[in-house]
C-alpha cells in the first residue's frame, strides 16, 4: 500500500495522530545535513510543519555535521516524533511563548484501533534519538485536566533543552531514559509532572504546580546514582493556599534532590510521600540542600528523606550527574 493510501482515512482520525503516523511511515525526500532547515506555519517556508522537516533531515548527521531547524513564530499542532535514526537534531525558535509545539492527545483517547491510547503514546513531542537539543519553544499538551497527557516524552540520550517552557497537567515531562539537561526552563503541571527512570538534571528552572499532588514521580533504576537533579530553581504554585508534595516513588529506588531551590509554601511541610507503600521508604534516594523559602523547611520533612552536608551535596555537579562514560558536557 503506498503513503497516499495509508493517509486517505486519516481525515477521520484526530489530527495529532495523524502526524504522528505520517513521520513513523516516512516524508519527503532527506536533505543534506549541513542545510539549515526553515519552518513557518504560514507556508512563507519551505515546510509547514516541523515534522516535515524532521522527515527531511538525513541519518548520516554526526557532531560535525549537524541539522539546524529553526521555526518561526505560531502555533504548530502535531504529534512530533524524532526517530531514533535523526541523531544531531536541533529546533530552535526565538521565543518561547511565541512558538508553541502543542497537541491534546490524552490516555483515554481512543486511538486508531479504537482502544485507549494510553500513557505512554500521548506525547505531543517524542524524542527518541540522542544528541537532541532545543531553545526557545514551547513543549505543550492542552488536554488539561483529563488524565495523563505528555506534553513531552525524552527517550534519547544526551538531550539538551534551553529556554523552553512545558506546559501540561498530569505527567507534563516523561524523562524516559537517557541523560538530559535543562536550564532556564518554566515546566507546569498538576501531577507527577516531571517523571521517569532517565538522569535528568534541572538548573535554574521554574516550577508551577498547579493543583495539590506531586511535582516528580521518579522511577530510577537501583543501579543507577543519580535520578532527578534540580539546582537552583524557583517552586511557585498557581494559587494561594495549594501545597503539593516534592514526589513520590513511581518505583522503588526513586532519585530526587532538590539544591538550593527556593521553595513556596506550595510546597507540603512533609515534602514527600511514599505512594501508599512504606517499603518505598527503605529504598527512595530523596535529598536536599540549603534549600530556601517558607517551603525549604526542615522540622517536618519525613524522616526517612535526608538533608545533604555540604561534603555530599558537592558531588551533585552537572558533570559528575551527567558526564557519564563519556564525559559528556552539555
Known sequence: MSLKQKVA???????????FLLAALGGPAQLRADTNLLVAADGSAPFRTVQEAINATPQSASLS???????????????????REKRFVHLAGDDPEKTILTCDLFANMAGPDGRPLGTFRTAST???A??????????ENSAGPKGQALAIRVDGDRVTFRHCRFLGWQDTILDNRGRHYYTHCYIAGATDFIFGAATSFFEDCHIQCLA????????TPAEQPFGFVFSRCQITG?????????????????????LQT??????????????????????ARYAEFQNTGPGAATNNRV????????AQAAAFTVENVLGGPDHWKP
Not at 540522542?130 to 513543549?139: G, K, P, W
Not at 509554601?265 to 529504598?283: F, H, Y
Open 9 to 19: 482515512g486519516w481525515k477521520f482520525w484526530p489530527p495529532c495522530l495523524a502526524g
Open 65 to 83: 555535521n549537524q541539522v539546524f531547524i529553526r521555526i518561526q513564530p505560531g502555533v504548530y499542532k502535531e504529534a512530533l516524533y524524532v526517530q
Open 126 to 128: 517524542y524524542i527518541d
Open 130 to 139: 540522542d544528541d537532541f537539543s532545543a531553545e526557545n519553544l514551547t513543549f
Open 212 to 219: 495539590r499532588s506531586y511535582i516528580t514521580a521518579a522511577s
Open 238 to 258: 498557581a494559587s494561594n493556599g495549594l501545597q503539593t508534595f516534592l514526589g513520590r516513588p513511581w518505583r522503588p529506588f526513586a532519585s530526587v534532590t532538590f
Open 262 to 283: 527556593e521553595m513556596s509554601g506550595v510546597i507540603r511541610p512533609e515534602g514527600w510521600d511514599n505512594w501508599r507503600n512504606a517499603g518505598n521508604e527503605t529504598t
Open 303 to 310: 524522616a526517612w528523606s535526608r538533608q545533604l552536608s555540604p
